[in-house]
């Protein structure tokens, strides 16, 4: 794990794939916990983290932290409103017709199965569905950088996969043909990195831009 930035406020850091930002289990090493041991090692008694964009564990790339309550609230309330932005580079099974474009769908999570999935918007039986959208650009063949909108569970993940091209390297939502491409490559680790985020500092309101080469 690398701190990428330090400051008084916030902590932005890039998390190795494999790795949980947050667990309840106490016997797996997380980002949150090492970050923790990191602050007190600075002196810092009880030190106050919150994460503000999560990344499912097999996602490499940044994720930010804030460091104090009003950094949190602000953060928190700026990614809501839809202030935060996030990109992704993702290598995906196939090539889209369409080079540039939003894919827009209602995702349901099944906390049971900790799975998500595309939804009807009309069907009652999922009505606590929420919208989920992206936009994505094919730079090469199969290669997407994304721009994120909103943040559902496993969202990237599920709508690709809906689109009919899965991330290389999902064992979870990927299809037959994307794990023979994935087996193929010898490609064991998921194919999706969170390489930019841009923000105002919560509290100076500078214009703050992180990019993982």
């Known amino acids: 794990m690398e701190i990428v930035y330090k400051d008084s406020d916030i902590i932005v850091i890039n998390k190795p794939a494999g790795i949980p930002v947050e667990t309840k289990n106490i016997r797996q090493k997380d980002c949150e916990s090492e970050l923790k041991k990191i602050l007190a090692g600075e002196g810092i008694k009880n030190p106050y983290l919150a994460v503000i964009n999560r990344l499912d564990q097999p996602v490499n790339g940044l ?68 919208k989920a959208i992206l936009h994505y650009k094919e730079e090469e063949p199969g290669k997407l950088d994304i721009k994120l909108i ?44 969170s390489y930019r985020l841009s923000f105002k500092h919560p509290k100076t309101g500078k214009e703050m831009e992180f990019i993982k080469e």
């Open 63 to 130: 994720v930010l932290f804030a460091l104090n309550k009003e950094a949190a609230a602000k953060l928190s309330k700026d990614l809501t409103d839809g202030k935060i932005e996030k990109f992704y580079k993702a290598e995906v099974f196939g090539e889209f017709e369409e080079k540039e474009g939003t894919l827009e769908d209602m995702i349901y999570k099944d906390g049971r199965s900790n799975q998500s999935f595309i939804v009807g918007s009309k069907d009652q039986r999922y009505n606590q569905a929420k």
């Open 150 to 193: 909103t943040g559902r569970h496993h969202q990237i993940r599920v709508q690709l996969a809906n689109a009919g091209h899965p991330i290389l390297g999902d064992t979870k939502y990927g299809n037959e043909a994307s794990r023979e491409e994935s087996d193929k490559k010898n490609i064991n680790i998921l194919c999706l990195t």
